[in-house]
């Protein structure tokens, strides 16, 4: 009988043994991929639904790799599929997973722990998805780990010690969460890392020294936008291989050492937005490698010298903007040929533009803006084929505006506001077709606003306030679908209420005051809905205040929510941030005050000085978010809606100088923010509401209303609520009392005039007061 030989036999039971292995081990893996289907809620593009199916080999399923030998999973790629669910604990069965990517999707929900047993992981990416909870100790398990990417989620609590157990790792990026508390010492045993993203979180204290003895290799450093205190460590300057240092948006302080210039193959060096103090040092410009600097709103003080960019070759930003600069633009600054932004704002720098300026033949960005530059806008900016923000405000410039900018096709942005510039809006403005910023305010210009200075309106922002000018406002600013800014106040615009912009469904601030705009504003087609801010006043409008108007203000009916931490408005254009609604000033709270900035929280509305007439809307009290309303010096009678007493977030509220009567509303005690109350000189009667805010109202808020009785007024209320001098309203003849009549009897302006004459003799000449009435009176000099 023969038999069968051994060796083909044991090779035969073995090679069966392998595949049942290697088919258990791949059932693993399948089961793992499943249960992660599983957890998944939302695949709108359905790339899972229909792929991973068993009728299907786990490997040519969508995002899975195997290994070529084992015939395991070793990656998998769920980037940027759509989807929502969470993360399964059967994740960690993959135990041949190297590289993990599941970021720009949806998933959220904590980490379960057993992804810890994935300890061949090279790469892993959560980054882009809503994760939440704090960042596991475990993560110091992986120790082949190269790259950590958890950025843009929704992460608490501190940076795990542990993180300086993976020896391996080269890139970490958690940018973008809420992590809080000192970056951990151990972070300096990583001494492969190259790449260390840390930005945009609450981290805080200080960067303890030597925490970069080790990290000889590290070429990206990002700290941007956290709370970082403290100087800058020397051991910083031993990495060499420092490509990228971005620290700006924190709380840093002391002086930029000298030894910065060690970093000798610096590419671009962000220190902005801190507390950094001294001179800028000189080392800095001798990197001949920069591409970008960026120190602005630091405290750094001095000049530049002539030479200062003599060995930048390759600049292309400069941002200075906002520190204690002084004296001239160096002229070695315009042998920097490749420069495409420059920021020299808010400092204290001097002299004419230079006529090099045209030798950057690159320039994009070009802001020297709250300095004290004279002279004239050179014609040769306008062969800066490129420019596309400019922005001199707050200089001393005189003169026209040079009809050369017209050949800047590209310009989008163009600040001039706050100088001494004069002559006339130029046409050619209409040909500048991506032009969406246009700020001529405070300056000298007189004459008209050209008819078509807008074609194909690109038009966001357009404001002229502070000057001269005069006529009506061009219609072709109807075909500015996009206007989020109109400003014309304080010039000699004769014109009707604008109606026609009705079809701005963008508009988010108007301001037409101190003009002459006059008739009814007409509410019919008005559909104003985004509108925050209106400010009419001083103007000759008249007729009835308009419901519809009011009752289209949507986007000041609807509540805010001020647990929210309130931002300002803000354009992003060409990656950069603007805030162009600076500078805007409204009367509020009873004085004449100035936004450096507008928050998108400000809301207001400004009706005072014209000629309005009958009662006030009772739909004014559904505009839920209004912060400011002032309807003072009209001609408005009834009484005070009590709807009023629903304006929850109201904190300046001025009816005063008017013809209302009745009783102050006692749902006035329900507004909680308000901290100005002005119903003077009206005819208003009985109690003033005691208690809450009205506790810290003085007279002046009731001055001029003969019938109101009790605190702070010094005439109390009888037994019946009523002070025993009343006037009866009810006989048309002679029923009034004749004193009365007199006080009344000329009108809403004798009112203002007496209103005037009270606040100077019994508050002393305030000098904020003395200082409207003088301007006034010289505006009103002037029309005539």
């Known amino acids: ?146 790259s950590l990417l958890l950025y843009r989620n929704n992460f608490t609590g501190v940076i795990p010690s542990t993180l300086g157990n993976l020896s391996k790792l080269e890139t970490l990026a958690f940018y973008n969460n809420n992590l809080q508390g000192q970056i951990p010492m151990t972070m300096g045993n990583l001494s492969n890392m190259k790449l260390l993203y840390l930005c945009e979180n609450y981290l805080s204290g ?47 302080e002391g002086s930029i050492p000298m030894e910065i210039g060690n970093l000798i193959v610096l590419q671009s060096l962000r220190l902005a937005n801190n507390n950094f103090n001294g001179s800028i040092p000189s080392s800095i410009f001798n990197i001949s490698s920069l591409l970008h600097i960026s120190l602005g709103c630091n405290n750094l003080i001095g000049s530049l010298s002539s030479n200062t960019f003599d060995y930048l070759p390759q600049l292309r930003h400069l941002g200075l903007g906002g520190c204690q ?23 204290h720098l001097e002299g004419t533009i230079p006529l090099e300026i045209s030798n950057l033949t690159s320039l994009k960005f070009f802001f020297i803006h709250y300095n004290n530059f004279s002279g004239t806008i050179p014609s040769v900016i306008g062969n800066i084929t490129f420019l596309e923000f400019i922005s001199f405000a707050g200089n001393n410039l005189t003169g026209r505006i040079p009809s050369s900018l017209c050949n800047l096709s590209s310009l989008c942005a163009l600040s001039l506001r706050n100088n001494s510039l004069d002559g006339t809006i130029p046409e050619c403005f209409g040909n500048l077709r991506y032009l969406s910023v246009l700020d001529l305010g405070m300056n000298n210009f007189h004459g008209k606003i050209p008819e078509n200075f807008v074609k194909g309106c690109s038009i966001l922002y357009f ?20 206007l989020k800014l109109l400003d014309v106040g304080n010039n000699y615009l004769s014109d009707t209420f604008p109606n026609w912009l009705g079809n701005s469904d963008q508009l988010q601030v108007l301001d037409l005051r101190s003009n002459r705009f006059y008739g009814k504003v007409d509410s019919s087609d008005l559909t104003f809905t985004r509108l925050r801010v209106i400010d009419v006043s001083r103007n000759n409008f008249s007729g009835y205040l308009p419901m519809n108007f009011f009752g289209n203000l949507h986007a000041i009916r609807e509540v805010n929510e001020k647990k929210v931490g309130p931002e300002y408005m803000k354009d992003i254009a060409a990656g950069k941030v603007l805030y162009i609604m600076t500078g805007l000033s409204f009367t509020t709270k009873g004085l004449e005050t100035e936004f450096e900035r507008l928050l998108t929280i400000w809301t207001a509305v400004d009706f005072s000085s014209n000629q309005f007439i009958g009662e006030i809307p009772k739909i004014i009290g559904e505009l839920h978010s209004l912060i400011v309303l002032n309807l003072s010096h009209n001609c408005l009678t009834g009484s005070i809606p009590s709807s009023l007493g629903d304006l929850s977030e109201i904190e300046s509220l001025d009816l005063s100088s008017n013809k209302l009567y009745g009783r102050i509303p006692t749902e006035f005690k329900n507004l909680g923010f308000l901290e100005v109350l002005n119903l003077s000189h009206n005819n208003l009667d009985g109690p003033i509401p005691q208690g809450k805010q009205f506790d810290t109202f003085s007279n ?17 209320c009888d037994n019946d609520g009523k002070t025993p001098i ?12 004749w004193k009365f009549s007199i006080l009344m009897g000329y009108g809403c302006g004798l009112v203002l005039g007496l209103s005037m004459g009270y606040i100077v003799f019994t508050i002393g000449r305030p000098w904020w007061f003395i200082r409207l009435f003088e301007i006034v009176q010289q505006r009103f000099a002037k029309k005539r």
């Not at 600069?325 to 400092?347: A, H, Q, V, W």
């Not at 002046?700 to 109390?716: A, K, R, V």
């Not at 009343?726 to 009392?737: A, E, K, S, V, Y």
């Open 1 to 146: 009988m023969a038999k069968t030989p051994f060796l083909p036999l044991m090779f035969l039971l073995l090679f069966a043994t392998f595949r049942a292995t290697l088919s258990a081990n791949i059932t693993t893996d399948e089961s793992a991929l499943l249960a992660l289907k599983s957890h998944i809620t939302h695949d709108p593009h359905n790339l899972l639904a229909t792929n991973w199916s068993t009728s299907i080999s786990v490997c040519n399923w969508i995002g899975v790799s195997c290994g070529s030998r084992h015939y395991r999973v070793t990656a998998l790629n769920l980037s940027s599929m759509d989807l929502t669910g969470t993360i399964p604990s059967q994740l960690g069965n993959l135990s041949f997973l190297a590289s993990l990517s599941i970021d720009d999707n949806s998933f959220h929900g904590s980490l379960p722990t057993e992804i810890a047993n994935l300890h061949r992981l090279k790469y892993l990416n959560f980054g882009n998805n809503n994760f939440s909870g704090e960042i596991p100790s475990w993560f110091g398990c992986f120790a082949h780990l190269q």
């Open 206 to 252: 200080h960067l303890q020294s030597g925490i970069f003895d080790n990290l000889s290799k590290l070429e990206v450093l990002s700290l941007t936008g956290n709370q970082i205190s403290g100087s800058i460590p020397n051991s910083l300057f031993k990495c060499k291989e420092l490509r990228y240092l971005s620290l700006r948006n924190n709380s840093m």
């Open 325 to 347: 600069l002084y004296g001239r633009i160096p002229m070695s600054l315009f042998k920097c040929k490749e420069l495409e932004y420059i920021d020299l704002g808010t400092n």
């Open 463 to 482: 404001r002229i306030r502070n000057n001269q000018i005069e006529g009506s406002l061009p219609r072709s600013l109807g075909n500015c679908k996009d």
């Open 700 to 716: 002046d808020s009731y001055i001029g209303n003969l019938g109101l009785c009790g605190l702070p007024l010094s005439n109390s």
């Open 726 to 737: 009343r006037f009866d309203r009810d006989d048309d003849d002679d029923g009034m009392n």
